[in-house]
T-cell receptor
Framework: GNSVTQMEGPVTLSEEAFLTINCTYT??????LFWYVQYPGEGLQLLLK?????DKGSNKGFEATYRKETTSFHLEKGSVQVSDSAVYFC???????????FGEGTQLTVNP | EAGVAQSPRYKIIEKRQSVAFWCNPI?????LYWYQQILGQGPKLLIQ????????DSQLPKDRFSAERLKGVDSTLKIQPAKLEDSAVYLC?????????????FGPGTRLTVL
């Protein structure tokens, strides 16, 4: 089955710093890839997605590119804000079916 | 539009007791999911309904967990009897094959603590 691996450990940055959160996946086919964000006290929200190789998903200044050759979907943002503090989850969805497989999540804290 | 509603938001029970969670999906969403999110881990799918039929329950511990979606709208997830390792956040999500096909919309979750 599919699996998703995110970089370990919480990430702490200063405001306006560059953000990268690594995500790699394993799959038998060509899954769709997602980044979800969970703000404190709220439910998971879709941040961005990509459905095929070389697609770039983007939203709210965040970007991620579907790299089939490296089986990766790293999340990036050029200048983070305090309001970006949240837990970020990378997820994949099989080509058949709609089950989402999530990574472990990465806690991001942005300090002013 | 209203989002996915869940209740209760928090529940504390002792082991071997029973507990039930309720979910009301977004109006018109035919697909409903229940996920279990243990602290420090990503959500794991427990069961998926399409209307009132079960599509995927391969990861549901059927000896103690059950779920139903009568009439294809609201759903309940039950644990009986609860174990310590069931402490987690239980998330409900729904989706529709419409404009944003495949996107799952999540509720705020129910945080269960088993003592």
């Amino acid at each position: 089955g599919n699996s998703v691996t995110q970089m370990e450990g919480p990430v702490t940055l200063s405001e306006e710093a560059f953000l990268t959160i690594n995500c790699t996946y394993t799959a038998t086919g060509y899954p769709s890839l997602f980044w979800y964000v969970q703000y404190p006290g709220e439910g998971l929200q879709l941040l961005l997605k990509a459905t095929k190789a070389d697609d770039k998903g983007s939203n709210k200044g965040f970007e991620a590119t579907y790299r089939k050759e490296t089986t990766s979907f790293h999340l990036e943002k050029g200048s983070v804000q305090v309001s970006d503090s949240a837990v970020y989850f990378c997820a994949s969805r099989e080509t058949s079916g709609s089950r989402l497989t999530f990574g472990e999540g990465t806690q991001l804290t942005v300090n002013p | 539009e209203a989002g996915v509603a869940q209740s209760p938001r928090y529940k504390i029970i002792e082991k071997r007791q029973s507990v039930a969670f309720w979910c009301n999906p977004i109006s018109g969403h035919a697909t409903l999911y229940w996920y279990q999110q243990i602290l420090g881990q990503g959500p794991k799918l427990l069961i998926q309904f399409q209307n009132n039929g079960v599509v995927d329950d391969s990861q549901l511990p059927k000896d103690r967990f059950s779920a139903e979606r009568l009439k294809g709208v609201d759903s309940t997830l039950k644990i009986q009897p609860a174990k310590l390792e069931d402490s987690a956040v239980y998330l409900c999500a729904s989706s529709s094959p419409g404009l944003r096909a495949g996107e799952q919309f999540f509720g705020p979750g129910t945080r269960l603590t088993v003592l």
